[in-house]
């Protein structure tokens, strides 16, 4: 693979750079160094106990083009602001139930951060919940409701977004694996993606939890490459 970004094995346009859609990769624990070497946009961090992708220890160097997001569930202003100042954080993604009041104290707090608040959406979704986090998060995340905040392993009903009131962009999540390549790319097609930032992957690539799949993902970009 070469060192350009999404491009495999010549120079033609793959549907992330077609539609200017970012990738992140979730969950990072144990191979980071070789998912970096891809060259993501962004890579996950999970800092909640009770995930197996709990991330603890020392973290890889990591360029600094590739964002890094520490993903928290409910926790403390102090707890993000202890990882942030650990691991260089350049953006936390809030998987729990923050309010907006908890979101604007942690970015008066941290103001070199962005936020990306997470929402989970099965067949449907109140977008009128949005409303309140207009001012205080700088992305949105859209995610399948399952037992756990995230790493659920499917997806939801993408139509869903057909009826996304805001312009402020977001990160598609839930279960993105190789299998919905076609299903994501007759997505970009459609006006509910206008406002798509991001794609987000995590358990689909694993080898185990933590573990990235190499090969997968190599192939999901190559898959995502514009006919």
């Known amino acids: 693979m070469t060192a350009d970004k999404y491009t495999i094995s010549d120079n033609t346009p793959t549907t992330l750079e077609h539609h200017h859609l970012k990738l992140k990769i979730c969950g990072m624990k ?16 999970i800092f909640w106990e009770p995930s197996e992708r709990n991330f603890e220890g020392p973290l890889e160097a990591i360029p600094h083009h590739i964002k890094k997001v520490g993903v928290f569930v409910d ?18 993604q809030l998987h729990g139930h923050e309010s907006p009041e908890f979101c604007k104290a942690l970015k008066a707090k941290i103001n070199t951060i962005q936020i990306i608040k997470v929402f989970s959406i099965k067949d449907e979704f109140n977008f009128e ?5 207009e001012e205080v998060a700088d992305f949105f995340l859209f995610d399948t409701k399952g037992k756990l905040p995230g790493g659920n392993g499917y997806t939801f009903n993408w139509d869903v977004l057909n009826n996304y009131p805001s312009k402020k962009p977001y990160f598609l999540s839930g279960g993105i694996g190789l299998e919905e390549i076609s299903k994501l790319e007759a997505f970009l097609k459609i006006p509910a993606s206008k406002y798509c930032h991001a794609i987000d992957v995590n ?8 573990l990235k799949d190499i090969d997968r993902l190599e192939q999901l970009i190559k898959n995502l490459k514009k006919n």
């Open 75 to 92: 926790a403390t202003i102090e707890e993000i602001s202890r990882k942030v100042e650990d691991y260089k954080l350049l953006a936390v």
């Open 129 to 133: 919940a949005l409303e309140a986090y």
């Open 30 to 45: 144990f191979n980071t160094a070789n998912v970096a070497a891809l060259q993501p946009d962004y890579l996950g961090f």
């Open 203 to 210: 358990s689909k690539f694993e080898t185990s939890p933590g």
